[in-house]
């Protein structure tokens, strides 16, 4: 089963950066698109990035011109950059794989991480 695990995450002040990583593991083949989501208590889980397996990217209109995101395929990996950090982007940030190839055979579909908690804080 492929697992993926968010790490990078913790307490920043204001207008700091973070770099969230997201490593994927399993007999994967291929991973297709990847993304960043975050999440507060009360509201729904929202895209804040997504990057496909060829590297075309789209972000939230509150990541633009702050956050990057990129992804080493080699590594089963996708990275959030996030600079002038503020204090809502405290959530939640969980990483997302919509379709993953597997040397089983099969694919797996909708596959989520566990969650790493960004607090933005002075």
């Known amino acids: 089963q492929v697992q993926l695990v968010e790490s990078g995450g913790g307490l920043v002040q204001p207008g700091g950066s973070l770099r969230l990583s997201c490593a994927a593991s399993g007999r994967i083949f291929a991973i297709y698109t990847m993304g960043w989501y975050r999440q507060v208590p009360g509201k729904q889980r929202e895209l804040v990035a997504g990057i496909t397996s060829g590297g075309s990217t789209n972000y939230a209109d509150s990541a633009k011109g702050r956050f990057t995101i990129s992804r080493d395929n080699a590594k089963n990996t996708v990275y959030l950059q996030m600079n002038s950090l503020k204090p809502e982007d405290t959530a939640v940030y969980y990483c997302?794989?919509?379709?993953?190839?597997?040397?089983?055979?099969?694919?797996?579909?909708?596959?989520w991480g566990k969650g790493t908690q960004v607090t933005i804080s002075s």
């Open positions: 997302r794989a919509d379709q993953i190839a597997t040397l089983k055979g099969f694919d797996e579909y909708n596959c």
